[in-house]
Protein backbone atom coordinates (compact mmCIF):
# COMPACT_ATOMS: atom_id res chain seq x y z
CA UNK A 1 0.00 0.00 0.00
CA UNK A 2 1.62 3.32 -0.59
CA UNK A 3 2.35 5.51 1.99
CA UNK A 4 0.46 8.34 3.20
CA UNK A 5 2.26 12.15 3.02
CA UNK A 6 0.54 15.15 4.41
CA UNK A 7 1.51 18.61 2.87
CA UNK A 8 0.36 21.48 4.87
CA UNK A 9 -0.11 24.23 2.70
CA UNK A 10 -0.36 22.36 -0.35
CA UNK A 11 -1.87 25.19 -2.34
CA UNK A 12 0.79 27.32 -2.25
CA UNK A 13 3.95 28.50 -4.70
CA UNK A 14 5.91 25.83 -3.54
CA UNK A 15 3.65 23.37 -1.77
CA UNK A 16 1.44 22.91 -4.90
CA UNK A 17 4.38 21.52 -7.10
CA UNK A 18 5.88 19.74 -4.39
CA UNK A 19 2.40 17.97 -4.26
CA UNK A 20 2.05 16.83 -7.12
CA UNK A 21 5.88 15.79 -7.55
CA UNK A 22 5.29 13.17 -4.34
CA UNK A 23 1.69 12.54 -5.76
CA UNK A 24 3.82 11.10 -9.70
CA UNK A 25 6.16 9.54 -7.03
CA UNK A 26 3.36 7.14 -5.30
CA UNK A 27 2.75 8.84 -2.18
CA UNK A 28 -0.73 9.05 -1.39
CA UNK A 29 -0.95 12.88 -0.89
CA UNK A 30 -3.23 15.05 1.38
CA UNK A 31 -3.02 18.46 1.41
CA UNK A 32 -3.87 20.93 4.74
CA UNK A 33 -4.91 24.45 3.79
CA UNK A 34 -6.90 27.40 4.70
CA UNK A 35 -6.66 29.25 1.49
CA UNK A 36 -5.36 31.73 3.51
CA UNK A 37 -2.85 32.95 0.95
CA UNK A 38 -5.62 33.65 -1.79
CA UNK A 39 -7.41 35.20 1.33
CA UNK A 40 -4.53 38.18 1.33
CA UNK A 41 -4.50 38.53 -2.36
CA UNK A 42 -8.13 39.68 -1.61
CA UNK A 43 -6.98 41.67 1.43
CA UNK A 44 -3.85 43.44 -1.29
CA UNK A 45 -6.31 43.95 -4.17
CA UNK A 46 -3.75 41.97 -6.45
CA UNK A 47 -4.19 38.11 -7.64
CA UNK A 48 -1.24 35.54 -8.90
CA UNK A 49 -0.24 36.68 -12.24
CA UNK A 50 -1.48 32.92 -14.03
CA UNK A 51 -4.49 32.00 -13.20
CA UNK A 52 -4.53 29.92 -10.91
CA UNK A 53 -7.73 27.57 -10.43
CA UNK A 54 -9.55 26.93 -6.99
CA UNK A 55 -8.05 23.76 -5.21
CA UNK A 56 -10.83 21.13 -6.04
CA UNK A 57 -10.26 21.78 -10.23
CA UNK A 58 -6.58 21.81 -9.70
CA UNK A 59 -7.07 18.64 -7.92
CA UNK A 60 -9.69 17.18 -10.30
CA UNK A 61 -7.22 18.06 -13.41
CA UNK A 62 -4.68 16.03 -12.12
CA UNK A 63 -7.19 13.65 -11.20
CA UNK A 64 -7.85 13.11 -14.63
CA UNK A 65 -4.62 13.50 -16.67
CA UNK A 66 -2.66 11.07 -14.60
CA UNK A 67 -5.26 8.55 -11.84
CA UNK A 68 -4.24 9.78 -9.18
CA UNK A 69 -5.97 11.04 -6.36
CA UNK A 70 -4.91 14.21 -3.77
CA UNK A 71 -7.23 14.58 -0.65
CA UNK A 72 -7.84 18.06 0.57
CA UNK A 73 -8.64 19.11 4.36
CA UNK A 74 -9.72 23.01 4.67
CA UNK A 75 -8.38 23.93 8.30
CA UNK A 76 -6.62 26.64 9.72
CA UNK A 77 -3.24 24.97 11.74
CA UNK A 78 -3.27 27.85 14.56
CA UNK A 79 -6.70 26.96 15.15
CA UNK A 80 -7.93 23.54 14.78
CA UNK A 81 -5.62 21.26 16.86
CA UNK A 82 -8.05 19.20 17.50
CA UNK A 83 -8.50 18.51 13.72
CA UNK A 84 -4.94 17.71 12.81
CA UNK A 85 -4.59 15.58 15.62
CA UNK A 86 -7.63 13.53 13.99
CA UNK A 87 -6.04 13.65 10.54
CA UNK A 88 -2.22 12.65 11.73
CA UNK A 89 -3.84 9.86 13.76
CA UNK A 90 -6.00 8.63 10.88
CA UNK A 91 -3.48 8.57 8.16
CA UNK A 92 -0.16 7.84 10.13
CA UNK A 93 1.69 9.42 7.36
CA UNK A 94 5.25 8.66 6.87
CA UNK A 95 6.23 12.38 6.48
CA UNK A 96 4.80 15.71 7.05
CA UNK A 97 5.55 18.42 4.98
CA UNK A 98 5.01 22.35 6.18
CA UNK A 99 5.34 25.45 4.40
CA UNK A 100 1.77 26.83 6.07
CA UNK A 101 2.83 29.56 7.09
CA UNK A 102 2.72 33.73 5.89
CA UNK A 103 6.08 33.92 3.84
CA UNK A 104 6.16 37.50 2.55
CA UNK A 105 8.51 39.77 4.75
CA UNK A 106 7.23 43.06 3.18
CA UNK A 107 3.56 41.93 4.39
CA UNK A 108 4.96 41.29 7.93
CA UNK A 109 6.44 44.29 8.52
CA UNK A 110 3.00 46.46 6.78
CA UNK A 111 1.64 47.23 9.97
CA UNK A 112 1.09 46.09 13.97
CA UNK A 113 -1.71 44.04 12.51
CA UNK A 114 0.26 42.22 10.04
CA UNK A 115 3.45 41.71 12.71
CA UNK A 116 0.78 40.07 14.96
CA UNK A 117 -1.18 37.62 12.53
CA UNK A 118 2.37 36.83 11.37
CA UNK A 119 3.72 35.91 14.67
CA UNK A 120 0.37 34.43 15.70
CA UNK A 121 -0.17 32.06 12.36
CA UNK A 122 3.46 30.82 11.65
CA UNK A 123 4.35 30.16 15.58
CA UNK A 124 0.75 28.64 16.78
CA UNK A 125 0.65 26.98 13.28
CA UNK A 126 4.10 24.79 14.26
CA UNK A 127 3.93 24.38 17.44
CA UNK A 128 0.13 22.91 16.93
CA UNK A 129 1.87 20.62 14.65
CA UNK A 130 4.57 19.47 17.02
CA UNK A 131 2.38 19.04 20.04
CA UNK A 132 -0.11 16.92 17.63
CA UNK A 133 2.55 14.87 16.49
CA UNK A 134 3.34 14.09 20.27
CA UNK A 135 -0.22 13.02 21.09
CA UNK A 136 -0.76 11.50 18.51
CA UNK A 137 1.76 8.65 19.17
CA UNK A 138 2.59 8.27 15.26
CA UNK A 139 6.26 8.52 14.66
CA UNK A 140 6.43 10.46 11.82
CA UNK A 141 9.13 13.11 10.15
CA UNK A 142 8.17 16.74 10.00
CA UNK A 143 9.89 18.47 7.12
CA UNK A 144 9.58 22.33 7.61
CA UNK A 145 10.55 25.04 4.84
CA UNK A 146 12.79 27.42 6.62
CA UNK A 147 14.62 30.03 4.94
CA UNK A 148 18.37 31.19 4.83
CA UNK A 149 17.12 34.30 6.05
CA UNK A 150 17.40 33.04 9.53
CA UNK A 151 21.28 33.36 9.30
CA UNK A 152 21.01 36.99 8.40
CA UNK A 153 22.43 39.35 5.44
CA UNK A 154 25.59 41.13 7.53
CA UNK A 155 28.75 39.82 6.22
CA UNK A 156 29.26 37.12 8.37
CA UNK A 157 33.00 37.17 7.33
CA UNK A 158 32.72 33.44 7.53
CA UNK A 159 30.94 30.84 5.54
CA UNK A 160 27.76 29.74 6.38
CA UNK A 161 27.49 25.91 7.62
CA UNK A 162 24.45 24.19 7.16
CA UNK A 163 22.81 25.05 10.68
CA UNK A 164 25.10 24.16 13.25
CA UNK A 165 28.09 26.16 14.25
CA UNK A 166 31.50 24.61 15.80
CA UNK A 167 32.11 27.00 18.54
CA UNK A 168 35.28 26.67 21.01
CA UNK A 169 34.40 27.91 24.70
CA UNK A 170 36.94 28.23 27.71
CA UNK A 171 35.63 26.36 30.59
CA UNK A 172 37.55 26.22 33.79
CA UNK A 173 40.00 27.29 32.13
CA UNK A 174 40.24 24.39 29.30
CA UNK A 175 39.16 24.79 26.14
CA UNK A 176 36.17 22.96 24.05
CA UNK A 177 34.47 22.68 21.27
CA UNK A 178 30.60 22.59 21.19
CA UNK A 179 28.33 22.96 18.10
CA UNK A 180 25.72 25.52 18.67
CA UNK A 181 22.96 26.56 16.18
CA UNK A 182 23.80 28.96 14.21
CA UNK A 183 22.90 32.35 15.94
CA UNK A 184 20.06 33.58 14.32
CA UNK A 185 19.95 37.27 12.87
CA UNK A 186 16.30 37.69 11.39
CA UNK A 187 15.39 40.65 8.80
CA UNK A 188 11.94 40.90 9.65
CA UNK A 189 9.22 39.82 11.97
CA UNK A 190 8.98 37.08 9.31
CA UNK A 191 12.30 35.72 9.38
CA UNK A 192 12.16 36.23 13.16
CA UNK A 193 9.02 33.77 13.36
CA UNK A 194 11.25 31.35 11.75
CA UNK A 195 14.13 31.46 13.77
CA UNK A 196 11.34 30.86 16.41
CA UNK A 197 10.58 27.84 14.68
CA UNK A 198 13.82 26.66 14.95
CA UNK A 199 13.85 26.45 18.74
CA UNK A 200 10.56 24.55 18.64
CA UNK A 201 11.90 22.21 17.11
CA UNK A 202 15.44 21.83 18.69
CA UNK A 203 13.41 21.11 22.39
CA UNK A 204 10.44 18.69 21.08
CA UNK A 205 13.19 17.25 19.32
CA UNK A 206 15.26 16.76 22.58
CA UNK A 207 12.22 16.10 24.57
CA UNK A 208 10.02 13.91 22.52
CA UNK A 209 12.27 12.43 20.00
CA UNK A 210 10.26 14.22 17.14
CA UNK A 211 12.14 13.17 14.08
CA UNK A 212 12.31 16.50 12.13
CA UNK A 213 13.93 17.86 8.83
CA UNK A 214 14.34 21.76 8.70
CA UNK A 215 15.66 23.18 5.22
CA UNK A 216 16.99 26.57 4.82
CA UNK A 217 15.37 27.69 1.70
CA UNK A 218 17.20 30.51 -0.57
CA UNK A 219 14.72 32.76 -2.73
CA UNK A 220 12.79 30.41 -5.04
CA UNK A 221 12.80 31.61 -8.41
CA UNK A 222 10.92 30.15 -11.75
CA UNK A 223 7.11 29.69 -11.90
CA UNK A 224 5.92 25.91 -13.11
CA UNK A 225 7.90 22.82 -13.12
CA UNK A 226 7.18 19.01 -15.23
CA UNK A 227 4.27 18.19 -13.36
CA UNK A 228 2.29 22.21 -13.31
CA UNK A 229 3.65 22.62 -17.26
CA UNK A 230 0.99 19.21 -18.19
CA UNK A 231 -2.33 21.55 -18.62
CA UNK A 232 -3.31 24.73 -17.81
CA UNK A 233 -5.59 23.88 -14.80
CA UNK A 234 -2.57 22.81 -12.78
CA UNK A 235 -0.12 26.23 -13.55
CA UNK A 236 1.77 27.24 -10.39
CA UNK A 237 0.57 30.41 -9.02
CA UNK A 238 2.97 34.11 -9.88
CA UNK A 239 3.46 36.53 -7.38
CA UNK A 240 4.75 39.72 -9.02
CA UNK A 241 3.52 42.38 -6.38
CA UNK A 242 5.23 44.30 -3.87
CA UNK A 243 4.77 41.90 -0.81
CA UNK A 244 4.72 38.69 -2.55
CA UNK A 245 6.48 38.61 -5.30
CA UNK A 246 10.26 37.85 -5.17
CA UNK A 247 12.96 39.69 -6.52
CA UNK A 248 13.97 37.31 -9.69
CA UNK A 249 10.44 36.65 -10.52
CA UNK A 250 9.64 40.46 -10.39
CA UNK A 251 12.52 41.57 -12.70
CA UNK A 252 11.84 38.91 -15.53
CA UNK A 253 7.38 39.99 -15.12
CA UNK A 254 8.44 43.95 -15.14
CA UNK A 255 11.00 43.37 -18.20
CA UNK A 256 7.51 41.53 -19.60
CA UNK A 257 5.55 44.55 -19.24
CA UNK A 258 8.28 46.84 -19.99
CA UNK A 259 8.76 48.45 -16.36
CA UNK A 260 11.70 49.41 -15.40
CA UNK A 261 13.73 46.63 -12.90
CA UNK A 262 12.88 47.90 -9.59
CA UNK A 263 15.84 47.57 -7.40
CA UNK A 264 16.01 48.46 -4.03
CA UNK A 265 18.95 51.11 -2.95
CA UNK A 266 22.22 50.22 -4.61
CA UNK A 267 21.19 46.56 -5.36
CA UNK A 268 24.38 45.18 -3.45
CA UNK A 269 22.34 42.91 -1.56
CA UNK A 270 23.34 39.21 -2.03
CA UNK A 271 21.10 36.33 -1.58
CA UNK A 272 20.57 32.41 -1.91
CA UNK A 273 18.37 31.02 -4.72
CA UNK A 274 16.61 28.18 -6.01
CA UNK A 275 15.01 26.61 -8.76
CA UNK A 276 11.36 25.65 -7.94
CA UNK A 277 11.51 22.38 -9.39
CA UNK A 278 15.18 21.76 -7.23
CA UNK A 279 12.59 22.84 -4.75
CA UNK A 280 10.42 19.64 -4.90
CA UNK A 281 13.84 17.33 -5.70
CA UNK A 282 15.09 18.43 -2.39
CA UNK A 283 11.87 18.11 -0.95
CA UNK A 284 12.03 14.36 -1.90
CA UNK A 285 15.16 13.70 -0.80
CA UNK A 286 14.74 14.77 2.54
CA UNK A 287 11.64 13.11 3.26
CA UNK A 288 13.63 9.68 1.85
CA UNK A 289 16.60 10.14 4.34
CA UNK A 290 14.64 11.02 7.72
CA UNK A 291 16.89 11.19 10.67
CA UNK A 292 16.77 8.25 13.13
CA UNK A 293 14.97 8.34 16.11
CA UNK A 294 17.15 9.61 18.30
CA UNK A 295 18.79 12.02 15.92
CA UNK A 296 18.48 16.10 16.47
CA UNK A 297 17.38 18.02 13.85
CA UNK A 298 18.80 17.92 10.32
CA UNK A 299 19.60 20.92 8.73
CA UNK A 300 20.25 21.39 5.19
CA UNK A 301 20.49 24.66 3.34
CA UNK A 302 18.48 24.30 0.35
CA UNK A 303 20.09 26.95 -1.95
CA UNK A 304 21.98 26.59 -5.45
CA UNK A 305 22.93 29.89 -6.40
CA UNK A 306 24.17 33.19 -5.16
CA UNK A 307 23.62 36.79 -6.66
CA UNK A 308 23.41 39.96 -5.96
CA UNK A 309 20.16 41.91 -6.47
CA UNK A 310 22.09 44.53 -9.29
CA UNK A 311 23.59 41.16 -11.04
CA UNK A 312 20.31 39.98 -11.37
CA UNK A 313 18.79 42.90 -12.51
CA UNK A 314 21.65 43.61 -14.96
CA UNK A 315 21.18 40.09 -16.34
CA UNK A 316 17.16 40.44 -17.03
CA UNK A 317 17.92 43.83 -18.95
CA UNK A 318 20.38 42.96 -21.34
CA UNK A 319 18.74 40.13 -21.62
CA UNK A 320 15.59 41.79 -22.46
CA UNK A 321 16.28 45.53 -22.90
CA UNK A 322 14.81 46.86 -19.64
CA UNK A 323 16.19 49.84 -18.28
CA UNK A 324 16.75 49.65 -13.86
CA UNK A 325 15.28 52.07 -12.14
CA UNK A 326 17.17 52.27 -8.30
CA UNK A 327 14.47 52.93 -5.66
CA UNK A 328 15.39 53.88 -2.14
CA UNK A 329 15.27 50.66 -0.05
CA UNK A 330 11.73 50.24 1.65
CA UNK A 331 13.80 47.58 3.95
CA UNK A 332 16.28 48.36 6.97
CA UNK A 333 18.54 45.75 5.73
CA UNK A 334 22.71 45.84 4.54
CA UNK A 335 22.55 47.92 1.13
CA UNK A 336 26.29 45.69 0.35
CA UNK A 337 26.87 42.43 2.00
CA UNK A 338 28.68 39.04 1.33
CA UNK A 339 27.18 35.63 1.62
CA UNK A 340 28.77 32.22 1.32
CA UNK A 341 27.36 29.01 2.18
CA UNK A 342 27.60 25.44 2.39
CA UNK A 343 24.76 23.10 0.84
CA UNK A 344 26.83 19.75 0.01
CA UNK A 345 24.31 17.90 1.76
CA UNK A 346 21.58 17.55 -0.65
CA UNK A 347 24.61 17.49 -2.98
CA UNK A 348 26.09 14.40 -1.77
CA UNK A 349 22.04 12.93 -1.56
CA UNK A 350 22.16 13.40 -5.32
CA UNK A 351 20.58 17.00 -6.17
CA UNK A 352 21.77 17.95 -9.69
CA UNK A 353 21.57 21.61 -9.26
CA UNK A 354 19.19 23.56 -11.79
CA UNK A 355 21.06 27.03 -12.08
CA UNK A 356 19.92 30.35 -13.97
CA UNK A 357 20.10 30.09 -16.90
CA UNK A 358 18.71 32.15 -20.17
CA UNK A 359 16.66 29.47 -21.18
CA UNK A 360 14.79 29.50 -17.91
CA UNK A 361 14.63 32.58 -17.37
CA UNK A 362 12.94 32.46 -20.56
CA UNK A 363 10.28 30.42 -19.96
CA UNK A 364 9.69 32.50 -16.67
CA UNK A 365 9.46 35.76 -19.04
CA UNK A 366 7.69 34.18 -21.30
CA UNK A 367 4.79 32.99 -18.74
CA UNK A 368 4.85 36.57 -17.43
CA UNK A 369 4.62 37.70 -20.75
CA UNK A 370 1.37 35.57 -21.53
CA UNK A 371 -0.45 36.57 -18.54
CA UNK A 372 0.94 40.30 -18.60
CA UNK A 373 -3.03 41.19 -19.18
CA UNK A 374 -3.61 40.32 -15.81
CA UNK A 375 -1.21 42.83 -13.95
CA UNK A 376 -2.09 45.36 -12.06
CA UNK A 377 0.54 48.48 -12.51
CA UNK A 378 -0.40 49.56 -9.40
CA UNK A 379 0.90 46.62 -6.90
CA UNK A 380 4.44 46.40 -8.52
CA UNK A 381 6.24 49.18 -6.47
CA UNK A 382 7.06 47.95 -3.03
CA UNK A 383 5.29 50.07 -0.29
CA UNK A 384 5.56 48.39 2.89
CA UNK A 385 8.55 49.97 4.56
CA UNK A 386 10.28 48.21 8.02
CA UNK A 387 9.76 51.45 10.25
CA UNK A 388 6.46 53.31 10.51
CA UNK A 389 8.86 56.81 9.81
CA UNK A 390 10.28 55.82 6.65
CA UNK A 391 8.29 56.41 3.66
CA UNK A 392 7.82 54.50 0.28
CA UNK A 393 10.11 55.69 -2.53
CA UNK A 394 7.07 55.26 -5.76
CA UNK A 395 8.86 56.77 -8.59
CA UNK A 396 12.58 55.94 -7.92
CA UNK A 397 15.94 58.05 -8.45
CA UNK A 398 17.61 57.27 -10.91
CA UNK A 399 17.59 54.98 -13.81
CA UNK A 400 20.31 52.58 -15.71
CA UNK A 401 19.35 51.73 -19.40
CA UNK A 402 20.93 48.57 -21.41
CA UNK A 403 23.49 50.53 -23.06
CA UNK A 404 24.55 52.07 -19.92
CA UNK A 405 25.41 48.98 -18.14
CA UNK A 406 29.25 48.09 -17.49
CA UNK A 407 30.41 45.02 -19.57
CA UNK A 408 30.58 41.68 -17.81
CA UNK A 409 33.22 42.48 -15.55
CA UNK A 410 34.58 39.97 -13.37
CA UNK A 411 32.61 41.53 -10.06
CA UNK A 412 29.09 40.85 -11.83
CA UNK A 413 29.52 37.71 -13.09
CA UNK A 414 31.64 35.96 -10.29
CA UNK A 415 31.08 32.47 -9.85
CA UNK A 416 28.14 31.83 -6.94
CA UNK A 417 30.00 31.98 -3.85
CA UNK A 418 28.61 27.91 -3.00
CA UNK A 419 30.64 26.01 -0.86
CA UNK A 420 30.22 21.81 -1.31
CA UNK A 421 32.68 21.29 1.10
P1 LIG B 1 2.67 30.49 -0.05
O1 LIG B 1 2.14 31.62 0.73
O2 LIG B 1 2.47 30.48 -1.54
O3 LIG B 1 2.07 29.12 0.51
C1 LIG B 1 1.80 28.90 1.87
C2 LIG B 1 0.47 28.14 1.96
O4 LIG B 1 0.19 27.88 3.35
C3 LIG B 1 -0.69 28.95 1.41
O5 LIG B 1 -1.43 28.19 0.49
C4 LIG B 1 -1.52 29.32 2.65
O6 LIG B 1 -2.90 29.41 2.37
C5 LIG B 1 -1.17 28.17 3.60
N1 LIG B 1 -1.27 28.54 5.03
C6 LIG B 1 -0.68 29.58 5.68
N2 LIG B 1 -1.03 29.59 6.98
C7 LIG B 1 -1.84 28.51 7.17
C8 LIG B 1 -2.52 28.00 8.30
N3 LIG B 1 -2.48 28.59 9.49
N4 LIG B 1 -3.27 26.86 8.15
C9 LIG B 1 -3.36 26.24 6.94
N5 LIG B 1 -2.73 26.71 5.83
C10 LIG B 1 -1.99 27.83 5.94
O7 LIG B 1 4.22 30.36 0.29
P2 LIG B 1 5.38 29.55 -0.49
O8 LIG B 1 6.13 30.51 -1.32
O9 LIG B 1 4.83 28.32 -1.09
O10 LIG B 1 6.31 29.17 0.74
C11 LIG B 1 6.12 27.95 1.44
C12 LIG B 1 7.09 27.87 2.60
O11 LIG B 1 8.41 27.91 2.09
C13 LIG B 1 6.94 29.03 3.58
O12 LIG B 1 6.99 28.55 4.89
C14 LIG B 1 8.13 29.90 3.28
O13 LIG B 1 8.56 30.54 4.45
C15 LIG B 1 9.15 28.93 2.75
N6 LIG B 1 10.05 29.57 1.78
C16 LIG B 1 9.56 30.13 0.63
C17 LIG B 1 10.45 30.75 -0.25
C18 LIG B 1 9.99 31.42 -1.52
O14 LIG B 1 10.80 32.05 -2.20
N7 LIG B 1 8.72 31.30 -1.90
C19 LIG B 1 11.82 30.77 0.05
C20 LIG B 1 12.28 30.18 1.22
C21 LIG B 1 11.39 29.58 2.08
N1 LIG C 1 14.40 43.47 -3.80
C1 LIG C 1 14.65 44.47 -4.72
N2 LIG C 1 13.66 44.79 -5.58
C2 LIG C 1 12.46 44.18 -5.59
C3 LIG C 1 12.21 43.15 -4.65
C4 LIG C 1 13.21 42.83 -3.76
O1 LIG C 1 15.74 45.05 -4.77
O2 LIG C 1 11.61 44.53 -6.40
C5 LIG C 1 15.47 43.08 -2.85
C6 LIG C 1 15.05 43.15 -1.39
O3 LIG C 1 15.24 44.45 -0.87
C7 LIG C 1 15.96 42.10 -0.78
C8 LIG C 1 16.13 41.06 -1.89
O4 LIG C 1 15.75 41.71 -3.10
O5 LIG C 1 17.22 42.64 -0.53
C9 LIG C 1 15.31 39.80 -1.72
O6 LIG C 1 13.94 40.14 -1.57
P1 LIG C 1 12.79 39.08 -1.92
O7 LIG C 1 11.48 39.76 -1.72
O8 LIG C 1 13.07 38.43 -3.22
O9 LIG C 1 13.04 37.94 -0.82
P2 LIG C 1 12.79 37.92 0.75
O10 LIG C 1 12.03 39.08 1.26
O11 LIG C 1 14.12 37.66 1.38
O12 LIG C 1 11.84 36.65 0.96
C10 LIG C 1 11.79 35.54 0.06
C11 LIG C 1 10.54 34.74 0.42
C12 LIG C 1 10.65 34.21 1.84
C13 LIG C 1 11.94 33.42 1.97
C14 LIG C 1 13.16 34.26 1.57
C15 LIG C 1 14.41 33.44 1.52
O13 LIG C 1 9.38 35.56 0.29
O14 LIG C 1 9.54 33.37 2.14
O15 LIG C 1 12.12 32.98 3.30
O16 LIG C 1 12.94 34.74 0.23
S1 LIG C 1 15.80 34.36 2.05
O17 LIG C 1 15.90 35.58 1.25
O18 LIG C 1 16.93 33.51 1.88
O19 LIG C 1 15.57 34.73 3.44
Redesign the pocket.
Known amino acids: MAENIIV?????????PTSLYLSRAGYDVTI?????????DVELECDSLTPIRPLSKRIQAWRDLTGRNIDYAC?????HYHRILSLIRELRPRAII???????APYSMKSSYHKRYTVS??L??THNILAAIVESGVDTHLV??????VYGYGTAGMTIPEGYLTVKVEVDGREQELEILYPANPGSV?HMT?TQDALAFYFYNKNDQVRITD?H?????GTNTEDTSLDEALIN?F?YDGD?G?VLNRFLMQSAIGHPLTVHGTGGQKRAF?HIQDTVECIRLAVETPPAREERVKIFN?VTETHTVRDLARKVARMTDTPIRYYENPRNEDSENTLSIRNEKFLELGLNPITLNKGLMNEVYTVARRYSHRCDRDNIVCTSTWRPDMQPDLHGKYEERPGEIPEEDASSEKPSEIEPG
Open positions: LGGDGFCGWVDNLSRRKILDLAEHFAEQRANNNAHLGTTGYKLQGIVWRDYTIQ
